[in-house]
């Protein structure tokens, strides 16, 4: 576990960057999120979906429109402020602007008793509402005078915003990534998924090659995927050979591991690997405890190969969905450690073939540099591990399985196989053969 | 566990006037016994086949007529009469009318030294011969004195009867229920067979509508079986898509569950998922320990879906096949408890459905009236049970299938489904489809 | 586990003759070896193959002629001499004839530090060299004199020898069993396997009647495999419905299998059914630790259905590949243990059949003297064994699964088996059926 911590400061960097803009489903802080994303990635694409839209089976929400929100006692002391704190406010609140007793405000505050220094976040996208959000503590201490409750808002019919690249690759064939950028002010359950996916989409951008073509999408959780399904969903049913959600994913505290629904796509089996490949000690959870963009992805008749590499998964962690959720509990070392293992992830794909022997019986290593000339009691672990791809490369195992079958790293089968592809005793397919 | 005990009451009075009927293979008693029934399901048919008929690989036995049996000493006395347990006589005894020493009439004799106290139940059909059954305590004390055995019994051409009642449903399909009469007196391993499918027949019979037909046969065991099989293989083949032998279901100790051959069958999926739906203790054994008439109907070539519920297995509680297998053995509550098992069972078959999203993605729960409209951290079990069933609704899943895959009721995902197929986002179907 | 020693030491008296053979890849040695096998087995074929000849992916080495080999001090003392032990030359040795110091000499010398007592087996049959083996203890007390190294061999082209017996059986179909005769003056690892498999020839010859056509094949180990498998390859992966690697099955201590690659074969299932009816010991390998010829017969594309049962495997045992294989390692009891495991597995390979009833429901047992006329509580082993035949003879499976699956002896079911199919209640076939 050894991972290299330097990319890690870089996208904390983003991370701080990006903390305070006032994010939600719609909006003026989805466009500005992706504007700077579109300084780091240029061939960043950013689109848009006229509100009242028809997607699958939703309908595309009016634009919210956010200008300032707090609650004034009559002294004039402001008790929240979403200019201190975006998650003061109730997101996709309806506007007021009125005086209110103590009793009367009741219903619109939302605070967290089990964590009662916390600002809970609290949304509200379907249903007509506002509401401020505030730490219990504050809200027990709340004086019996008037406050005058200030939410400036719009909600009218607009646009819904998300973004999109395509780096192109040898085979039409698609690895895709996808996280959300919906959240207001909260690190490790929004913004880790948007800097790991940046840092990675920067890094396959730069490859000299790449076998797959790959496909990074930023969108707003659910109606964002929803929206983008029903752009591509034919394209991507077809062309997408792994996918990956990118949330929950800047802690240091633990791996988690999200699989698809069915389990046992090649992303499933390629993220596992890595996992175990790096002796991490991962959760893995049952799909019945998803709860991000998979729900979409994995859904019935969709049945993408989507699945999640996190660390500390959403709803599993006591600042999930407070303001607590910071740019402390996130920290570069944590986003470095799973830019890392998806960083093999993506190898591990792009390196995946079906391997059969085209030699009937073993092939004489000796005569192909793959065999010591001397029988001796000494154990050769790379001669073991020669002898066991060339006894198993039988075209229905891919790089994945032969690796896990007879437990040699995926990079020394690679070598061993190219080895043996050059000295005609093997071929390697996209698919099973033989 | 807190079973509606009130059926149970009638079910035991129903055994208690069953109890006497001298029961056999043939004869009067199964007539009696089916008369009874008639009474209670005045649709019942009584069939008869002849003596000799072929039926499968079988001959149809003879006809058994029983008068009286006993056995007297020389000054009068009887030591054993079958007008006082119908045990006492050896089941399709040839008649016998003589004296005998007490040396001579040691191999006529039955006795269970490991049961003193108990008579045992011991059948010859199908070769002939003559015997006493009796506790062996009074076998040891019989005095060294002339004996006269009397059996008053006729083995003739006649008749084999056995009964059907066939309930109309929407369906062609039919869920079956087979039980044995022709044990005399013996109450958990005989009578419960019968009146538990009485109660189910009746309860069926009331039911405002059925979506399967259903099937009630009562036979003599294993010959009965065969004569049922041989003149309605190919419809019963082709047409039921569940079946129960009811047997053994009548005391409170335990709860049994034999499997169908291969299992995995509806039947088999059906009870095992009610059983531990209720939480019951329930012992699976293989089907190498079958006994009852499931050795018919699961038989290579029948091959038909059929298992048994039961309380405490037939050979596995010491009072089996004894005297002491009474209507104090069998109860109300145990009677019970195996008939609401079975109506739940009965329940979930005729719910059970293949479920599939005709949405794709997730549907907009809220605009269906299945969504809270305001996102918190409140855990709400019936939406993650709503959205668990959008999320595996993909058509190879029926109601027992989704409802082990997500653990929620079978109830609750009846109720959500039919919402969801109201609101054009799920349609239902007899088979996997999609 | 009482097994019949006696013909375990007729078996050891063959070991001991051709313990001192100088055996190698080529040559004399081997010749030599099948000689003597063919006065036990008149009708063993010697076959040869030329220097140079391609063989699958290899080519045939030259062959090696030997003299004599001989390490002599200045003092004219030996120290070590292949007359003496044959393990003291390295296999393959090109000649030499020259006086070295003790430190030339260094390179040439092979010794097993772990096994100071001990002279290690080392071969080099693909690159030409010249070698020692010698204790360590020996080694290390050699005095720093001048040495006399004599080793006179000779390497030119030649023959490959091999040896085969075909014994015909009613069917076509071929139970093949495949031994190596490459290995000097060792007993376990070499000789074992050529006497075990000149026993079962010898018996398989003397049955009255063969299902199946039987091969013994006795090749050198890999090259010889290679070489049988060029010449008979698409006759063997028709014909050979299971095959067996004799190798390391002469000692007493352990009991130890090798799968086929993918396992579930014939083979596979056939000896771990009579290892287990047997109530052996078995330590069950991976295929990952083989390493006798199934690495021919088991490679992708070859795919036959070998595997070996064995006592202490090659690479298991300290004596392993060392003079310590010795005639004492292996011995009469050890021997004659796996003739007669392999006696039963061979035993039930030609009485496996798949049994199908043709009666629908149970046949009529009494009818065909299979049943008891009275019906006691008395537990009728014999009778439950012959219920669950026919309640499993759905024509799905062959004789072991059927005894796999009721836990009763093949034996036994091969004769409840034989009266059924007399009394029509019963076929048997080759493969699967209904």
Chains 1, 2, 3 share one sequence.
Not at 272 to 295: C, I, M, P, Q
Not at 344 to 366: C, F, H, K, S, W
Not at 392 to 404: H, P, R, V
Request: hydrophobic share 40%.
């Amino acid at each position: 576990m050894p991972f290299d911590n330097t990319p890690g400061e870089e996208m904390h960097s983003w991370m701080r960057d990006l903390f305070p803009i006032m994010r939600s489903l719609t909006g003026e802080g989805v466009r500005q999120t992706v504007a700077y994303l579109q300084e780091l990635m240029p061939d960043l694409q950013l689109r848009q979906v006229a509100s009242g839209s028809s997607v699958l089976d939703w309908t595309v929400p009016d634009e919210w429109t956010f200008r300032e929100a707090y609650l004034e006692t009559e002294d004039g002391q402001r008790i929240v402020d979403a200019a201190v704190n975006r998650l003061h406010v109730l997101g996709y609140s309806e506007p007021v602007d009125a005086w209110f007793s103590r009793n009367e405000l009741e219903p619109y505050l939302h605070s967290l008793p089990a964590m009662p220094d916390a600002i809970p976040y609290v949304t509200s996208y379907y249903k007509r509402r506002w509401g401020f959000c505030l730490p219990d503590t504050v809200r027990r201490a709340l004086p019996d005078t008037r406050y005058h409750a200030r939410i400036d808002t719009e909600l009218k019919p607009g646009v819904l915003n998300y973004a999109d690249l395509v780096i192109p690759g040898d085979s039409d064939r698609e690895i895709m990534i996808s996280t959300y950028i919906c959240h207001p002010q909260m690190a490790n359950n929004e913004l880790s998924g948007p800097v790991v996916a940046t840092a990675l989409a920067r890094w396959v951008a730069s490859l000299p090659n790449r076998r797959h073509t790959f496909r990074f999408v930023f969108v707003p959780e659910t109606i964002g995927a929803i929206t983008y399904l029903s752009r591509h969903i034919d394209h991507l049913k077809e062309k997408v050979v792994a996918g990956f959600v990118m949330t929950c994913c800047g802690d240091e505290r633990s791996w988690s591991f999200m699989p698809s629904r069915k389990g046992g796509t090649l992303a499933d089996r390629a993220a596992l690997h890595v996992l175990n490949a790096h002796g991490l000690d991962v959760k893995t959870y049952s799909f019945l405890e998803r709860g991000s963009d998979e729900r979409q992805y994995c859904a019935p008749g969709v049945d993408m190969p989507f699945v999640s590499v996190m660390r500390s998964k959403y709803g599993e962690y006591p600042e999930y969905h407070t303001s607590a959720d910071d740019l402390e509990l996130a920290t570069p070392a944590g986003l470095a450690g799973t830019f890392a293992v998806m960083q093999d992830v993506i190898r591990l794909i792009e390196a995946n073939r079906y391997y059969r022997m085209t030699t009937l019986g073993e092939p004489q290593l000796g005569k192909r540099g793959l065999y010591r000339s001397l029988s001796t009691l000494d154990v050769d672990t790379s001669l073991r591990h020669t002898l066991n791809i060339v006894a198993y490369a039988d075209g229905s195992l891919d790089l994945i399985d032969l690796s896990d079958k007879i437990g040699a790293p995926a990079t020394l089968i690679t070598e061993v196989a190219a080895r043996l592809i050059e000295t005609d005793a093997m071929v390697a397919s996209d698919g099973p053969s033989g």
